[in-house]
């Protein structure tokens, strides 16, 4: 029986990574997004199936879950994904943000827990992509540390809940990592960027990074494919940084 994989906001940045990597591997790969993705590479092309979906639907994630589950397709890991990043100062936070950003970043990833939990399997992975953002604060970055927090504590809660299902959850954290839509947040002048993305990135490697570098988003990738795979067996619970040593612990 084929395995396969949901993505949710597997069109670009980090997600796309994800879809990629795992398709290559082997892996079925069922990719939600507000919009399709029009080139796939051919070596990739028949282990992913694209479908649009509004990540706070819940109607929607149980629709990837079915398509991951059809007949000869076993579903072993969901991915919570699909997410954005906007700096604003708190009083720059208006009712239509706030509402938006939470809705996207954290109530999304709890419908696409929820669809996870009612068809994976015992050995199913349940993965968040995070953010360092969910370890510590920053600046003019309230609202959306507070859903990265909220994953965190999503992803505890139901490592608990689902463990004795068999059912393993996990986050990962990455720094800052180089995409259209975090050039979009850092060309904003709200931004620790202060609207100039490329220099800021290059000086926060230097100065923040043990490595003097910042992580890619197939380094991001690599790791969801190490955590859903059998060699991660004993890993459930934990919130594992992609930070090239910004935030040693």
């Not at 109607?59 to 954005?84: C, P």
């Not at 509402?99 to 827990?113: E, H, K, R």
């Not at 494919?225 to 992609?242: D, P, Y």
Request: with cysteine; charged share 20%; glycine share 8%.
């Amino acid at each position: 029986m084929k395995q396969s994989v949901v993505v949710t906001g597997g069109s670009k940045g980090i997600g796309w990574e994800i879809v990629r990597t795992l398709a290559s591997a082997g892996y079925h790969v069922v990719s939600g997004s507000r919009s399709l993705r029009e080139s796939i590479p051919n070596e990739v092309k028949v282990n992913i199936t694209q479908c649009q979906m509004n990540t706070i639907n819940e109607k929607d994630h149980f629709r990837l879950a079915e398509i991951a589950s059809e007949e000869g397709r076993q579903l072993i890991a969901y991915v919570n994904n699909a997410g954005f990043s906007e700096w604003r100062s708190i009083e720059e936070i208006d009712e239509k943000f706030l509402f938006d950003i939470i809705s996207t970043n954290l109530i999304g990833y709890f419908w696409g827990a929820k669809a996870a939990a009612h068809h994976l399997k015992a050995g199913g992975s349940l993965i968040n992509i995070s953010s360092l953002a969910g370890k510590r604060g920053t600046s003019n970055n309230s609202a959306y540390v507070s859903t990265k927090f909220g994953v965190t504590g999503l992803t505890q809660s139901l490592s608990k809940e689902l463990g004795a299902r068999g059912i393993r959850v996990n986050s990962v954290c990455p720094v800052l990592v180089k995409s259209e839509g975090l050039l979009a947040a850092l060309s904003q002048n709200s931004s620790p960027a202060k609207g100039n993305p490329t220099s800021f990135l290059e000086e926060f490697a230097k100065t923040q990074a043990s490595l003097q570098r910042l992580p890619t988003a197939q380094e991001v990738a690599d790791l969801v494919h190490f955590l859903i795979s059998e060699k991660s067996q004993a890993i459930t619970g934990q919130s594992i940084n992609v930070d090239c040593g910004v935030l040693p612990n």
